[in-house]
């Protein structure tokens, strides 16, 4: 399997200037840039820059992709927004880090693992995938931050008697965008499943938002308009109900569990899902079995019938279907004590069809093992 890299970069809240991709040309000659995006892959080499720098310069959102394993998500946040403060006791570790840069914060998920052989190219759109989480932080969403934490304890990188930080409300239902999170960076779902059982369903409650807003003293009201006044290409929306989120947190402190606990919930529900798909395999083998005898006993009790029907599929070259035919034919045989006849039988058909040698070496592929 050949190298493959690729870097992706997104610019969210602004376009870049001429000026600036002017200088992301300098770094790269063959990379593909616009006014909101830079993307290059490697075969051989590198990129010529530091990743995080350039996030922290010029983009909102980055992803990496190397086909060995490694994967590579970043985020920037204006560090003045109310959506990107209180994120620090969720990114305690080295697969999910928080960085300032200037008016910024750097979120910084990694995860390496031997990639799978399908994974050999990029492809292309996991950042569009994974890009809505920056609006729901934003917004006020804790998931994807309680879920960075998820990737550092499931690393070994928060002490086992350490306890959660604040569990945001609606971990048993994620979005796509937080989906594929979990998919990128290989979240154990049995550690997700039993952090969310600590989850309260997301509230839903407009007008509590409403009236909240309503209550709000002018002064920061008036706060939040001359901002949309002099920042247009940042969404007000966010700002407030990532205010309101704050001041409805989830969760007392007193009933947040221990990492130790929570990897031996996610070790007690790992035992009963194996045991449950053990179950549901067990009885889709029992019933694969039974039908394969139903069908074995009508040919048998067709025998005459299913032969004439093995012809006539090789006659009209229905090669695969005449081999399938025949491959059961030779199991009831063998089943039933005719062993005989099916290669008497078996000879007669060679004889009458020498010419339909497909149909005689899909009946080989299909019995090669035998």
Partial sequence: MSEYQCYEFIAIDRH??????SQLRDISTRAEITPTRFWNEYQW????????????????????????GTHRFMLRLPADHAGASGLEPYFQGRRASLSKADDFIIL?????????????????????????IRSLLLQGDRRAAYLAWLCNVQAGEVERRKRE??????????????????????????LLAAAAEGSSAPAADS???????????????????????????????TQIVAT???????????????????????????????????????RTQEAAARA????????????????????????????????TLA???????????????????FEALKKAHSRRRGFFEAFKRKTEGW
């Fill in 244 to 282: 309101f989120q704050q001041e409805h947190a989830s969760g007392p402190p007193g009933k947040r569990r221990s990492v130790a606990e929570l990897l031996a919930r996610a070790e007690q529900l790992r035992d009963e899902r194996e045991a449950e798909e053990a179950t549901a395999r067990a």
């Fill in 165 to 190: 930080p604040p569990v945001p409300p609606g971990l048993a239902d994620l979005p796509a965008s937080l989906s594929s999170l979990v998919s990128e960076f290989r979240i154990d779902v049995d």
């Fill in 45 to 68: 080499g590198d990129l010529k820059a530091d990743p995080a720098r350039l996030l922290a310069r010029y983009f909102d959102a980055h992803f990496y992709f190397a086909n060995w």
């Fill in 207 to 237: 007008k509590l938002l409403r009236d909240w807003l309503k209550a709000r003293p002018s002064e920061e009201k008036e706060r939040w308009l001359l901002e949309a006044v002099e920042h247009p290409e940042l969404a007000l929306g």
């Fill in 292 to 323: 394969r005898e139903k069908h074995l006993n009508s040919l048998a009790t067709g025998w005459e019938a299913a032969w004439s029907n093995l012809a006539q599929r090789v006659d009209q070259r229905e090669y695969e279907v005449a081999a």
């Fill in 327 to 345: 491959v059961d034919l030779r199991e009831v045989a063998q089943r039933d004590g005719k062993s005989s006849d099916f290669a008497a039988r």
């Fill in 108 to 132: 910084d998920f990694w995860s390496d693992e031997e990639g799978d052989a399908d994974e050999e190219f990029y492809g292309g759109g996991r950042l569009a995938a994974l890009t809505p």
């Fill in 16 to 21: 870049l200037t001429q000026k600036e991709m």
